[in-house]
Protein backbone atom coordinates (compact mmCIF):
# COMPACT_ATOMS: atom_id res chain seq x y z
CA UNK A 1 0.00 0.00 0.00
CA UNK A 2 0.94 3.57 -0.68
CA UNK A 3 0.37 7.06 -0.24
CA UNK A 4 -0.30 9.18 -2.97
CA UNK A 5 1.10 12.99 -2.82
CA UNK A 6 -0.75 15.33 -5.56
CA UNK A 7 0.86 18.63 -5.62
CA UNK A 8 -1.47 20.71 -6.83
CA UNK A 9 0.20 24.32 -6.70
CA UNK A 10 1.07 25.50 -10.22
CA UNK A 11 -0.71 28.37 -12.46
CA UNK A 12 -0.69 27.14 -15.41
CA UNK A 13 -0.02 30.17 -17.29
CA UNK A 14 0.64 28.71 -20.72
CA UNK A 15 -3.16 27.70 -20.81
CA UNK A 16 -4.10 31.15 -20.58
CA UNK A 17 -7.00 32.64 -20.63
CA UNK A 18 -8.61 29.29 -19.47
CA UNK A 19 -5.90 28.74 -16.87
CA UNK A 20 -5.72 31.52 -14.45
CA UNK A 21 -4.13 31.90 -11.25
CA UNK A 22 -6.92 31.30 -8.79
CA UNK A 23 -8.47 28.83 -11.11
CA UNK A 24 -5.58 27.26 -12.54
CA UNK A 25 -5.72 23.94 -15.23
CA UNK A 26 -5.50 21.70 -12.77
CA UNK A 27 -8.95 22.20 -11.47
CA UNK A 28 -10.55 22.15 -15.07
CA UNK A 29 -11.73 19.79 -17.41
CA UNK A 30 -9.47 20.33 -20.02
CA UNK A 31 -9.41 17.01 -21.32
CA UNK A 32 -12.43 15.17 -19.33
CA UNK A 33 -15.56 17.21 -19.68
CA UNK A 34 -17.03 15.53 -17.04
CA UNK A 35 -13.83 15.76 -14.24
CA UNK A 36 -10.63 18.10 -13.60
CA UNK A 37 -7.29 17.21 -14.40
CA UNK A 38 -6.81 16.76 -10.67
CA UNK A 39 -10.17 14.90 -10.45
CA UNK A 40 -8.51 12.75 -13.38
CA UNK A 41 -5.10 12.13 -11.48
CA UNK A 42 -7.15 11.11 -8.46
CA UNK A 43 -9.46 8.90 -10.40
CA UNK A 44 -6.62 6.79 -12.58
CA UNK A 45 -5.29 5.25 -9.08
CA UNK A 46 -8.20 3.22 -8.78
CA UNK A 47 -7.71 -0.44 -8.74
CA UNK A 48 -4.80 0.25 -6.77
CA UNK A 49 -4.02 -0.82 -3.02
CA UNK A 50 -3.42 3.07 -1.50
CA UNK A 51 -4.23 5.31 1.28
CA UNK A 52 -6.59 8.66 0.90
CA UNK A 53 -4.20 11.29 -1.03
CA UNK A 54 -2.33 14.38 0.79
CA UNK A 55 -2.79 17.61 -1.54
CA UNK A 56 -0.76 20.07 -1.85
CA UNK A 57 -1.65 23.57 -3.10
CA UNK A 58 -1.99 27.05 -2.42
CA UNK A 59 -4.16 29.06 0.01
CA UNK A 60 -6.04 30.65 -2.93
CA UNK A 61 -7.08 27.53 -4.42
CA UNK A 62 -7.94 25.77 -1.09
CA UNK A 63 -11.63 25.95 -1.76
CA UNK A 64 -11.49 24.75 -5.20
CA UNK A 65 -9.38 21.91 -3.81
CA UNK A 66 -11.92 20.43 -0.99
CA UNK A 67 -14.75 21.06 -3.56
CA UNK A 68 -13.27 18.73 -5.80
CA UNK A 69 -12.12 16.33 -3.54
CA UNK A 70 -15.95 16.05 -2.27
CA UNK A 71 -17.07 15.35 -5.43
CA UNK A 72 -14.86 12.08 -5.09
CA UNK A 73 -16.59 11.52 -2.02
CA UNK A 74 -12.66 11.84 -0.57
CA UNK A 75 -13.63 15.00 1.96
CA UNK A 76 -11.62 13.11 4.56
CA UNK A 77 -8.07 13.65 2.64
CA UNK A 78 -5.53 15.96 3.71
CA UNK A 79 -5.05 18.92 1.96
CA UNK A 80 -1.52 20.73 3.00
CA UNK A 81 -1.40 24.51 2.34
CA UNK A 82 1.88 26.57 1.52
CA UNK A 83 1.96 30.04 2.61
CA UNK A 84 4.23 30.22 -0.26
CA UNK A 85 5.48 28.34 -3.14
CA UNK A 86 9.18 26.91 -2.99
CA UNK A 87 9.33 24.47 -5.28
CA UNK A 88 8.93 20.93 -5.04
CA UNK A 89 11.34 19.74 -2.58
CA UNK A 90 10.03 21.70 0.41
CA UNK A 91 6.32 21.06 -0.49
CA UNK A 92 7.15 16.98 -0.57
CA UNK A 93 9.03 17.40 3.14
CA UNK A 94 5.89 18.89 4.12
CA UNK A 95 3.67 16.21 2.81
CA UNK A 96 6.23 13.30 3.95
CA UNK A 97 6.55 15.36 7.56
CA UNK A 98 2.59 14.99 8.07
CA UNK A 99 2.57 11.21 6.48
CA UNK A 100 4.87 10.09 9.49
CA UNK A 101 3.73 12.78 12.29
CA UNK A 102 1.22 9.64 13.56
CA UNK A 103 4.17 7.42 13.58
CA UNK A 104 3.94 5.65 10.22
CA UNK A 105 6.03 5.41 7.49
CA UNK A 106 4.42 4.49 4.33
CA UNK A 107 6.07 5.04 0.28
CA UNK A 108 4.65 8.18 -0.71
CA UNK A 109 3.82 8.36 -5.06
CA UNK A 110 4.17 11.74 -5.68
CA UNK A 111 2.16 13.05 -8.89
CA UNK A 112 1.47 16.40 -10.50
CA UNK A 113 -2.23 16.96 -10.60
CA UNK A 114 -2.22 18.53 -14.04
CA UNK A 115 -0.66 15.50 -16.22
CA UNK A 116 -2.74 12.98 -18.80
CA UNK A 117 -1.68 9.37 -18.51
CA UNK A 118 -3.71 7.51 -21.44
CA UNK A 119 -3.24 3.91 -20.78
CA UNK A 120 -3.83 3.28 -17.24
CA UNK A 121 -2.93 -0.80 -16.92
CA UNK A 122 0.57 0.33 -18.33
CA UNK A 123 0.83 2.95 -15.55
CA UNK A 124 -0.29 0.64 -12.94
CA UNK A 125 2.23 -1.86 -14.06
CA UNK A 126 4.77 0.93 -14.15
CA UNK A 127 3.97 1.67 -10.17
CA UNK A 128 3.93 -1.94 -8.95
CA UNK A 129 7.89 -2.04 -10.41
CA UNK A 130 8.56 1.25 -8.73
CA UNK A 131 7.04 0.07 -5.41
CA UNK A 132 9.25 -2.90 -5.52
CA UNK A 133 12.45 -0.46 -5.87
CA UNK A 134 11.23 2.01 -3.03
CA UNK A 135 10.64 -0.78 -0.20
CA UNK A 136 14.02 -1.78 -1.11
CA UNK A 137 15.17 1.60 0.02
CA UNK A 138 15.48 3.44 -3.58
CA UNK A 139 14.23 6.42 -4.67
CA UNK A 140 12.58 6.28 -7.85
CA UNK A 141 11.71 8.85 -10.64
CA UNK A 142 9.24 7.83 -13.71
CA UNK A 143 10.78 7.87 -16.72
CA UNK A 144 8.91 8.76 -20.28
CA UNK A 145 9.62 6.80 -23.25
CA UNK A 146 10.20 9.95 -25.90
CA UNK A 147 8.06 10.49 -28.78
CA UNK A 148 9.30 13.43 -30.52
CA UNK A 149 12.85 15.70 -29.85
CA UNK A 150 10.81 17.48 -27.15
CA UNK A 151 13.13 21.09 -25.96
CA UNK A 152 10.52 21.84 -23.19
CA UNK A 153 11.85 18.45 -21.39
CA UNK A 154 14.79 17.66 -18.99
CA UNK A 155 16.08 14.25 -19.77
CA UNK A 156 17.08 10.76 -17.85
CA UNK A 157 20.32 9.08 -19.17
CA UNK A 158 19.58 5.00 -18.41
CA UNK A 159 22.21 3.69 -16.22
CA UNK A 160 22.76 -0.12 -15.74
CA UNK A 161 19.43 -2.14 -15.36
CA UNK A 162 19.03 -3.38 -11.41
CA UNK A 163 17.82 -7.03 -10.34
CA UNK A 164 14.67 -5.67 -8.81
CA UNK A 165 13.87 -4.17 -12.29
CA UNK A 166 14.50 -0.52 -13.65
CA UNK A 167 17.56 1.47 -13.94
CA UNK A 168 20.17 3.59 -12.10
CA UNK A 169 19.49 7.36 -13.05
CA UNK A 170 22.95 7.93 -15.11
CA UNK A 171 22.31 11.14 -14.98
CA UNK A 172 19.79 14.29 -15.02
CA UNK A 173 20.10 16.69 -18.08
CA UNK A 174 18.51 19.62 -18.74
CA UNK A 175 16.07 20.82 -21.21
CA UNK A 176 18.39 20.51 -24.56
CA UNK A 177 17.94 22.35 -27.47
CA UNK A 178 16.45 20.31 -30.48
CA UNK A 179 19.57 19.10 -32.30
CA UNK A 180 20.73 17.53 -28.80
CA UNK A 181 16.95 16.45 -28.02
CA UNK A 182 17.12 14.41 -31.54
CA UNK A 183 20.66 12.88 -30.78
CA UNK A 184 18.72 11.90 -27.31
CA UNK A 185 15.75 10.51 -28.91
CA UNK A 186 18.16 8.33 -31.83
CA UNK A 187 20.44 6.85 -28.70
CA UNK A 188 17.36 5.56 -27.21
CA UNK A 189 19.21 5.98 -23.86
CA UNK A 190 17.30 8.74 -22.83
CA UNK A 191 14.10 9.08 -21.61
CA UNK A 192 11.86 12.61 -20.89
CA UNK A 193 11.84 13.25 -16.73
CA UNK A 194 8.11 13.05 -16.08
CA UNK A 195 8.24 14.92 -12.42
CA UNK A 196 6.93 11.59 -10.68
CA UNK A 197 8.31 10.01 -7.53
CA UNK A 198 8.19 7.26 -5.59
CA UNK A 199 9.90 6.36 -1.86
CA UNK A 200 9.77 5.55 1.35
CA UNK A 201 8.80 9.10 3.56
CA UNK A 202 11.80 8.43 5.55
CA UNK A 203 14.20 7.96 3.06
CA UNK A 204 13.27 11.23 0.95
CA UNK A 205 13.45 12.50 4.34
CA UNK A 206 16.85 11.22 4.95
CA UNK A 207 18.19 12.06 1.63
CA UNK A 208 17.07 15.98 2.23
CA UNK A 209 18.71 16.14 5.17
CA UNK A 210 22.07 15.09 3.95
CA UNK A 211 21.71 17.05 0.49
CA UNK A 212 19.80 20.44 1.95
CA UNK A 213 19.64 20.52 5.45
CA UNK A 214 18.37 23.77 5.43
CA UNK A 215 15.35 22.83 3.69
CA UNK A 216 14.42 20.08 5.77
CA UNK A 217 15.30 22.25 8.84
CA UNK A 218 12.48 24.92 7.80
CA UNK A 219 9.91 22.89 6.98
CA UNK A 220 10.50 20.53 10.26
CA UNK A 221 10.00 24.11 11.88
CA UNK A 222 6.99 25.31 10.01
CA UNK A 223 5.31 22.01 10.47
CA UNK A 224 6.12 22.10 14.10
CA UNK A 225 3.92 24.73 14.64
CA UNK A 226 0.73 23.42 12.07
CA UNK A 227 -2.65 24.03 12.88
CA UNK A 228 -5.90 22.09 11.63
CA UNK A 229 -8.09 24.30 9.95
CA UNK A 230 -11.54 22.38 8.62
CA UNK A 231 -10.37 20.09 5.77
CA UNK A 232 -6.78 21.95 5.97
CA UNK A 233 -3.36 21.77 7.62
CA UNK A 234 -2.06 25.25 7.76
CA UNK A 235 1.97 24.96 8.48
CA UNK A 236 4.08 28.30 10.00
CA UNK A 237 3.57 31.07 6.98
CA UNK A 238 6.60 32.89 8.49
CA UNK A 239 9.44 29.93 9.29
CA UNK A 240 7.92 28.63 5.87
CA UNK A 241 8.66 31.81 4.07
CA UNK A 242 12.07 31.46 4.80
CA UNK A 243 12.50 27.85 3.83
CA UNK A 244 14.73 28.01 0.55
CA UNK A 245 13.26 27.28 -2.77
CA UNK A 246 14.46 24.22 -4.77
CA UNK A 247 13.32 21.21 -6.99
CA UNK A 248 13.60 17.92 -5.72
CA UNK A 249 15.71 16.69 -8.88
CA UNK A 250 17.76 19.20 -7.61
CA UNK A 251 18.12 19.03 -4.10
CA UNK A 252 18.05 15.29 -3.50
CA UNK A 253 17.24 13.07 -6.75
CA UNK A 254 20.64 14.18 -8.92
CA UNK A 255 22.90 13.85 -5.61
CA UNK A 256 21.43 10.85 -3.64
CA UNK A 257 22.98 7.48 -5.10
CA UNK A 258 20.05 5.36 -4.74
CA UNK A 259 18.10 7.42 -7.21
CA UNK A 260 16.62 4.81 -9.90
CA UNK A 261 14.14 5.42 -13.06
CA UNK A 262 10.90 2.74 -13.99
CA UNK A 263 10.13 3.30 -17.68
CA UNK A 264 6.41 4.32 -18.23
CA UNK A 265 5.09 4.31 -21.83
CA UNK A 266 1.42 5.10 -21.06
CA UNK A 267 0.70 8.21 -23.38
CA UNK A 268 1.84 10.48 -20.66
CA UNK A 269 1.70 14.48 -21.37
CA UNK A 270 2.45 17.03 -19.10
CA UNK A 271 -0.93 19.19 -20.55
CA UNK A 272 1.76 22.32 -20.54
CA UNK A 273 0.70 23.89 -23.55
CA UNK A 274 -2.27 24.58 -25.70
CA UNK A 275 -0.68 22.50 -28.35
CA UNK A 276 0.13 19.55 -26.09
CA UNK A 277 -3.63 19.91 -25.90
CA UNK A 278 -4.21 19.61 -29.51
CA UNK A 279 -1.76 16.70 -29.42
CA UNK A 280 -3.80 14.50 -27.43
CA UNK A 281 -7.07 15.15 -28.29
CA UNK A 282 -9.28 13.57 -31.00
CA UNK A 283 -9.14 15.43 -34.52
CA UNK A 284 -11.66 15.76 -37.31
CA UNK A 285 -10.64 15.05 -40.95
CA UNK A 286 -9.01 18.71 -41.09
CA UNK A 287 -7.09 17.99 -37.90
CA UNK A 288 -8.75 20.35 -35.66
CA UNK A 289 -9.54 20.12 -32.26
CA UNK A 290 -12.97 21.72 -31.60
CA UNK A 291 -14.68 22.48 -27.92
CA UNK A 292 -17.64 24.25 -27.99
CA UNK A 293 -20.14 26.23 -30.32
CA UNK A 294 -17.39 26.25 -33.55
CA UNK A 295 -18.03 26.87 -37.28
CA UNK A 296 -15.26 26.70 -39.65
CA UNK A 297 -14.70 27.12 -43.44
CA UNK A 298 -10.98 26.12 -44.63
CA UNK A 299 -9.76 26.04 -41.77
CA UNK A 300 -6.90 23.16 -40.64
CA UNK A 301 -4.92 21.86 -37.80
CA UNK A 302 -6.18 24.40 -35.18
CA UNK A 303 -7.53 24.42 -31.61
CA UNK A 304 -10.27 26.46 -31.09
CA UNK A 305 -11.66 26.52 -27.52
CA UNK A 306 -15.25 28.74 -27.48
CA UNK A 307 -16.71 28.65 -24.13
CA UNK A 308 -19.48 31.27 -24.03
CA UNK A 309 -19.94 32.52 -28.11
CA UNK A 310 -20.12 31.49 -31.39
CA UNK A 311 -16.59 31.26 -32.54
CA UNK A 312 -16.17 31.02 -36.40
CA UNK A 313 -12.86 30.72 -38.08
CA UNK A 314 -12.45 30.99 -41.57
CA UNK A 315 -9.24 29.79 -44.21
CA UNK A 316 -6.48 29.41 -41.24
CA UNK A 317 -4.37 27.04 -40.23
CA UNK A 318 -2.56 26.07 -37.39
CA UNK A 319 -3.86 28.42 -35.41
CA UNK A 320 -5.18 28.37 -31.44
CA UNK A 321 -7.86 29.91 -30.79
CA UNK A 322 -9.61 30.06 -27.29
CA UNK A 323 -12.62 32.42 -26.18
CA UNK A 324 -13.84 33.06 -22.70
CA UNK A 325 -16.27 35.39 -21.38
CA UNK A 326 -13.07 38.37 -20.84
CA UNK A 327 -10.49 37.52 -23.10
CA UNK A 328 -9.71 36.03 -26.36
CA UNK A 329 -6.31 34.53 -27.41
CA UNK A 330 -5.31 34.11 -31.25
CA UNK A 331 -1.90 32.71 -31.65
CA UNK A 332 0.09 30.34 -33.95
CA UNK A 333 0.38 26.79 -32.81
CA UNK A 334 4.29 27.12 -32.94
CA UNK A 335 4.67 30.27 -30.56
CA UNK A 336 2.07 29.23 -27.76
CA UNK A 337 4.91 29.17 -25.25
CA UNK A 338 5.14 32.73 -25.47
CA UNK A 339 1.85 33.04 -24.04
CA UNK A 340 2.97 33.64 -20.61
CA UNK A 341 4.62 36.44 -21.83
CA UNK A 342 1.13 38.03 -22.38
CA UNK A 343 0.51 36.80 -18.50
CA UNK A 344 3.49 39.06 -17.80
CA UNK A 345 2.02 41.93 -19.40
CA UNK A 346 -1.04 41.62 -17.39
CA UNK A 347 0.81 41.03 -14.05
CA UNK A 348 2.84 44.31 -15.21
CA UNK A 349 -0.09 46.65 -16.13
CA UNK A 350 -2.42 45.79 -12.93
CA UNK A 351 -4.79 43.94 -15.03
CA UNK A 352 -7.16 41.34 -13.30
CA UNK A 353 -7.26 38.74 -16.37
CA UNK A 354 -4.23 37.21 -15.27
CA UNK A 355 -5.64 36.16 -12.06
CA UNK A 356 -9.49 35.75 -12.33
CA UNK A 357 -12.53 34.98 -14.80
CA UNK A 358 -15.39 36.73 -14.83
CA UNK A 359 -16.42 34.42 -12.90
CA UNK A 360 -14.65 33.58 -9.22
CA UNK A 361 -15.41 30.63 -7.36
CA UNK A 362 -15.96 30.99 -3.57
CA UNK A 363 -16.51 28.70 -1.24
CA UNK A 364 -20.22 29.38 -0.98
CA UNK A 365 -20.62 29.49 -4.17
CA UNK A 366 -19.62 31.58 -7.27
CA UNK A 367 -19.95 35.50 -8.82
CA UNK A 368 -20.11 36.87 -12.37
CA UNK A 369 -19.40 40.07 -12.61
CA UNK A 370 -21.28 40.88 -15.59
CA UNK A 371 -21.30 44.76 -15.75
CA UNK A 372 -19.57 47.51 -14.02
CA UNK A 373 -18.49 51.44 -14.74
CA UNK A 374 -17.03 54.22 -12.70
CA UNK A 375 -19.23 54.63 -9.65
CA UNK A 376 -21.24 50.87 -10.05
CA UNK A 377 -20.89 47.37 -10.27
CA UNK A 378 -23.20 44.26 -11.20
CA UNK A 379 -22.83 40.96 -10.07
CA UNK A 380 -24.53 37.70 -10.86
CA UNK A 381 -24.32 35.75 -7.50
CA UNK A 382 -25.28 31.56 -6.73
CA UNK A 383 -25.25 30.56 -2.89
CA UNK A 384 -25.14 27.02 -2.45
CA UNK A 385 -27.63 25.37 -0.37
CA UNK A 386 -26.55 25.42 3.40
CA UNK A 387 -23.62 28.03 2.50
CA UNK A 388 -23.89 31.69 4.28
CA UNK A 389 -21.51 34.91 3.18
CA UNK A 390 -19.37 36.05 6.13
CA UNK A 391 -21.10 38.57 8.36
CA UNK A 392 -19.15 41.37 6.72
CA UNK A 393 -19.43 45.31 6.35
CA UNK A 394 -17.94 48.00 3.16
CA UNK A 395 -16.66 51.39 3.94
CA UNK A 396 -17.33 52.43 0.85
CA UNK A 397 -20.05 51.05 -1.12
CA UNK A 398 -23.41 50.01 -1.14
CA UNK A 399 -25.65 46.84 -2.47
CA UNK A 400 -28.82 45.87 -3.66
CA UNK A 401 -29.58 42.51 -3.73
CA UNK A 402 -32.60 41.28 -6.33
CA UNK A 403 -33.23 37.41 -5.67
CA UNK A 404 -33.60 36.14 -8.73
CA UNK A 405 -34.55 32.41 -7.60
CA UNK A 406 -34.49 30.14 -4.32
CA UNK A 407 -35.05 32.40 -0.91
CA UNK A 408 -32.04 34.55 0.74
CA UNK A 409 -32.25 34.94 4.50
CA UNK A 410 -30.42 38.49 5.15
CA UNK A 411 -29.34 39.85 7.65
CA UNK A 412 -29.15 43.50 7.81
CA UNK A 413 -27.91 45.75 10.47
CA UNK A 414 -29.75 43.93 13.91
CA UNK A 415 -32.81 42.69 11.53
CA UNK A 416 -32.96 39.24 10.16
CA UNK A 417 -35.65 38.24 7.40
CA UNK A 418 -36.34 36.23 4.48
CA UNK A 419 -36.30 37.59 0.75
CA UNK A 420 -37.91 35.12 -2.06
CA UNK A 421 -38.01 35.25 -5.33
CA UNK A 422 -38.62 38.98 -7.14
CA UNK A 423 -38.10 40.33 -4.24
CA UNK A 424 -35.12 42.94 -2.92
CA UNK A 425 -33.37 44.67 -0.37
CA UNK A 426 -30.84 47.50 0.35
CA UNK A 427 -27.35 47.34 2.06
CA UNK A 428 -26.63 50.84 3.20
CA UNK A 429 -23.07 52.32 3.31
CA UNK A 430 -21.61 50.58 6.53
CA UNK A 431 -23.82 48.29 7.41
CA UNK A 432 -23.35 44.99 9.44
CA UNK A 433 -25.07 42.29 7.13
CA UNK A 434 -24.72 38.64 5.78
CA UNK A 435 -26.15 36.69 3.09
CA UNK A 436 -27.49 32.88 3.74
CA UNK A 437 -28.74 30.20 1.60
CA UNK A 438 -31.61 27.99 3.83
CA UNK A 439 -33.16 26.17 1.06
CA UNK A 440 -32.48 22.77 -0.55
CA UNK A 441 -31.97 24.36 -4.17
CA UNK A 442 -28.85 27.35 -5.30
CA UNK A 443 -29.84 30.98 -4.64
CA UNK A 444 -29.47 33.18 -7.49
CA UNK A 445 -29.85 36.60 -7.19
CA UNK A 446 -28.22 39.86 -8.33
CA UNK A 447 -26.33 42.26 -6.43
CA UNK A 448 -25.95 46.04 -7.86
CA UNK A 449 -23.27 47.83 -6.19
CA UNK A 450 -22.75 51.27 -6.19
CA UNK A 451 -19.71 53.38 -4.31
CA UNK A 452 -16.87 55.56 -5.03
CA UNK A 453 -14.84 52.20 -4.26
CA UNK A 454 -16.07 48.66 -5.42
CA UNK A 455 -12.65 46.36 -4.74
CA UNK A 456 -12.96 43.16 -3.36
CA UNK A 457 -10.87 44.27 -0.45
CA UNK A 458 -13.08 46.58 0.92
CA UNK A 459 -14.87 44.05 2.67
CA UNK A 460 -14.63 44.01 6.98
CA UNK A 461 -15.36 40.29 8.02
CA UNK A 462 -16.80 39.76 11.49
CA UNK A 463 -17.24 36.47 11.23
CA UNK A 464 -17.04 33.51 8.53
CA UNK A 465 -17.57 30.30 9.04
CA UNK A 466 -14.99 29.23 6.17
CA UNK A 467 -12.10 30.48 8.33
CA UNK A 468 -10.79 33.43 6.46
CA UNK A 469 -9.73 36.84 7.76
Known sequence: MFLPVIMAGGSGSRLWPL???????????????????????????EGLDHHLPILICNEQQRFLAAEQLRQLD????????????RNTAPAIALAALQATAGGDDPILLVLAADHLIQDIEAFHASIGHALTLAESGKLVTFAVLPTHPETGFGYLERGKELALGGYVVSRFVEKPDSATAQRYLDSGQYFWNSGMFMFRASRY??????????????????????RQDMHFT???AQTFGACPENSVDYAVMERTSDAV???LDAGWSDVGSWTALWDTADKDAD??????????????????????????????????????????????K?????????????????????????????????????????????????????????????????????????????????????????QSTYIPVGQVHALENPGVIPLELIEVQSGTYLGEDDIVRFEDIYGRS
Not at 25 to 30: G, I
Not at 205 to 226: D, K, Q, V, Y
Not at 309 to 331: P, Q, S, Y
Not at 399 to 421: C, F, M, P, Q
Open 205 to 226: LEELGRFAPNILHACRASFASA
Open 261 to 263: MVP
Open 19 to 45: SRQLNPKQFLPLIDAEQSLLQSTIKRL
Open 287 to 332: GNVLKGDVLTERTSSSYVHATHRLVATIGVDDLVIVETKDAVLVAH
Open 234 to 236: RVD
Open 74 to 85: MEEARILLEPVG
Open 334 to 422: GDVQDVKKIVDQLKNCKRTEYANHREVYRPWGVYDCIDNGPRYQVKRITVNPGAKLSVQMHHHRAEHWIVVSGTARVTNGDKSYLVTEN
